[in-house]
């Protein structure tokens, strides 16, 4: 059954800040309501009443006394402390996409643009290993319906799209879109997981780091991908489709343009990095 949404507790869903109760509990740490009830200036009828809409939300959880810094003579209602939940913890700032912007460039300047490209290459790995047990006996069809949950389970915003009997899967909402738009080869991961679960090629027509507001994965069943081909990066959009329109006839990744030394700087690994390796 899905969760009621309300007014006051639906904070997440309509793009709100977080209430001033919850920013006192973020602050707090654990409080009581009567405790919520001076620091807000509010009566603690009404703090009890948000309390009880946020707990089903899920917003707000229990917390015994001690955890509260509550001293109360007897153990009651009032002495109940309440905290945030660790769902709405993620309703405050988080910068997870500038820290892993942040590490993907100090693993390229520590140890090149090839050492980066091998971690991608076990990236996909992994991504295989979990997929490929669920897509076993699927048709194309029921694979590519399947593969919308490639980035998030039962994804909203991912569809499949058949065009000439060439399939696409039409993502809209990158989840790390900020890490691609600095790092677009991390892209690759997707492309290649794709092409091995499929057993064909994959062109990426549209992207998120050309302003098309989405990506389109192209599925091109007519052109097997050989089962004995290593991780390949993805190469540049010009190579891929005409400016204007979608990619016209056959593409092939064979010898994909090598990224440049902007993008994917080669460096060396520092000598004292070699020898404390060994």
């Known amino acids: 059954m899905a969760r009621r949404r309300t007014p006051i507790a639906n904070e997440r869903a309509n793009g709100r800040a977080p209430s001033a109760l919850l920013q006192a509990l973020k602050r707090g740490g654990s409080l009581t309501i009567r405790e919520l009830a001076q620091d807000l200036g509010i009566t603690y009828e009404a703090v009890r009443q948000q309390i009880a809409e946020l707990q089903r939300a899920g917003w707000v959880t229990g917390a015994n006394a001690a955890a509260s810094g509550a001293r109360l003579s007897k153990p009651g209602p009032a002495s109940r402390g309440?905290?945030?939940?660790?769902?709405?913890?993620?309703?405050?700032?988080?910068?997870?996409?500038a820290l892993s912007a942040e590490l993907v460039q100090q693993?390229?300047?520590?140890?090149?643009?090839?050492?980066?490209?091998?971690?991608?290459?076990?990236?996909?790995?992994a991504r295989v290993r979990r997929w490929a047990p669920l897509l076993q006996s699927l048709s194309v069809k029921q694979k590519l319906k399947a593969l919308c949950s490639l980035y998030e389970d039962?994804?909203?915003?991912?569809?499949?799209?058949?065009?000439?009997?060439?399939?696409?899967?039409?993502?809209?909402?990158?989840?790390?879109?900020?890490?691609?738009?600095?790092?677009?080869?991390?892209?690759?991961?997707?492309?290649?997981?794709?092409e091995r679960l499929l057993g064909c090629r994959v062109v990426r027509e549209r992207r998120f780091q050309s302003g098309h507001g989405r990506c389109v994965f192209r599925v091109r069943l007519d052109q097997p991908r050989p089962q004995s081909e290593t991780f390949t990066l993805e190469p540049a959009e010009s190579q891929t489709r005409p400016a204007d329109g979608p990619a016209a006839g056959p593409v092939s990744r064979r010898a994909p343009k090598p990224p440049t030394l902007r993008t994917w700087p080669r460096r060396a690994v520092p000598d004292r990095q070699r020898r404390g390796s060994r």
């Open 154 to 194: 039962k994804d909203a915003y991912m569809e499949v799209e058949w065009k000439d009997d060439a399939p696409a899967l039409i993502e809209r909402n990158c989840p790390f879109l900020n890490v691609a738009q600095a790092h677009p080869a991390i892209c690759s991961v997707s492309i290649n997981t794709l």
């Open 107 to 125: 693993l390229i300047e520590s140890f090149g643009g090839e050492g980066v490209v091998e971690i991608l290459g076990r990236m996909t790995d």
């Open 82 to 97: 309440y905290r945030l939940s660790v769902a709405a913890e993620h309703l405050f700032p988080k910068h997870y996409d």
